[in-house]
């Protein structure tokens, strides 16, 4: 990875995410170097990746997609309110559930809108 592209992933990830970058809650390079996001935003990057590259293809339903939300949301939930911690790799599994529920509920949300503004449309210009 360039020097350009380090420093500017370094830069803008933890701001996009609003993330801590608490280096205990980070998944760290072999040099030892952590990530520039935590372990549950580095998730939720890959599912929001994860369902860019496959909604055209298949996507859950809404409610699906809302519940898919709900993992993330018990964990951090749990952590603030009694003493349990999670693990890194759960982290990474709930975060990667809410990114890819995000992007889905988006995706959808915009296509509901489009075909709500395509249907006023007809509406409008009908006889």
Same mark, same amino acid.
């Given at each position: ?13 933890? #701001?996009?995410? !609003? ?5 205990? &809650?980070?998944? &760290? ?8 996001? /935590?372990?549950? /935003?580095? !998730? ?13 293809? #298949?996507?859950?339903?809404? !409610? ?15 952590? =603030? ?13 709930? !975060? $990667?559930?809410? $990114? ?10 915009? $296509? ?5 503004? =395509?249907?006023? $449309? ?6």
């Amino acid at each position: 990875m360039s020097i350009k592209l380090r420093n500017w992933l370094w830069r803008w990830l933890p #701001i996009v995410f !609003g993330c801590h970058c608490r280096p205990d &809650r980070s998944f &760290r390079f072999r040099d030892g170097t952590p990530f520039p996001i /935590c372990a549950r /935003c580095t !998730g939720e990057l890959a599912g929001i990746l994860a369902a860019l590259a496959t909604y055209w293809i #298949i996507h859950p339903s809404a !409610g699906a997609a809302a519940a898919l939300l709900l993992p993330m949301l018990a964990d951090g939930f749990l952590q =603030l309110c009694t003493p349990y911690e999670s693990g890194n790799l759960r982290r990474l599994a709930t !975060g $990667g559930l809410f $990114g890819y529920a995000l992007i889905v509920l988006l995706l959808t949300s915009l $296509g509901w809108a489009f075909q709500w503004g =395509l249907d006023l $449309g007809t509406e409008l210009l009908a006889p």
